[in-house]
């Protein structure tokens, strides 16, 4: 990835996800704090995790990105362990990208970059509301 500022790595990082988890994970905005997060389908097995912590040391704030197994119980067949299997390796080849990207933001690169999340997320409610399904049940 060149050297852009943090808003479009922030977008790269946004289009990357949704792309390589067939949309199944998506940066959103916390309706608590305003802060970007990833939601997650419940389809997917493996997550990722989004935090954007201050860097007392640059002043920038630094998004980390972490993966977790969201479930993990019961017995499977070889099948789905492989399709497990395969998730993870998916979901680790994205996170190592996702954290070579090295993404830190200024606090305005921060703002903008989730209100325009924010004004995506807006534009998308209205066919919510028409009756069109959401896609994270």
Request: with cysteine; charged share 25%.
């Given at each position: 990835?060149?050297?852009?500022?943090?808003?479009?790595?922030?977008?790269?990082?946004?289009?990357?996800?949704?792309?390589?988890?067939?949309g199944?994970?998506?940066?959103?905005?916390?309706?608590l704090?305003?802060?970007?997060?990833?939601?997650?389908s419940?389809?997917?097995?493996?997550?990722?995790y989004?935090?954007?912590?201050?860097?007392?040391?640059?002043?920038?704030?630094?998004c980390?990105?972490k993966?977790?197994?969201?479930?993990c119980?019961?017995?499977?067949?070889?099948?789905?362990?492989?399709?497990?299997?395969?998730?993870?390796?998916?979901?680790?080849?994205?996170?190592?990208?996702?954290?070579?990207?090295?993404?830190?933001?200024?606090e305005?690169?921060?703002?903008?970059?989730?209100?325009?999340?924010?004004?995506?997320?807006?534009?998308?409610?209205?066919?919510?509301?028409?009756?069109?399904?959401?896609?994270?049940?």
């Amino acid at each position: 990835m060149m050297r852009t500022n943090g808003i479009e790595r922030m977008r790269w990082a946004k289009d990357l996800i949704f792309e390589k988890t067939g949309g199944l994970q998506e940066i959103a905005v916390g309706s608590l704090h305003g802060e970007p997060y990833i939601r997650t389908s419940d389809k997917a097995t493996v997550g990722l995790y989004l935090s954007v912590p201050p860097n007392r040391e640059t002043g920038r704030y630094d998004c980390l990105f972490k993966g977790y197994l969201r479930t993990c119980g019961g017995y499977n067949t070889a099948e789905q362990m492989q399709a497990l299997a395969d998730e993870m390796q998916s979901i680790a080849n994205l996170l190592n990208q996702l954290e070579s990207a090295k993404i830190s933001l200024t606090e305005d690169e921060l703002n903008s970059s989730a209100g325009e999340l924010k004004s995506a997320e807006e534009q998308q409610t209205p066919a919510l509301q028409t009756g069109q399904k959401e896609k994270f049940i």
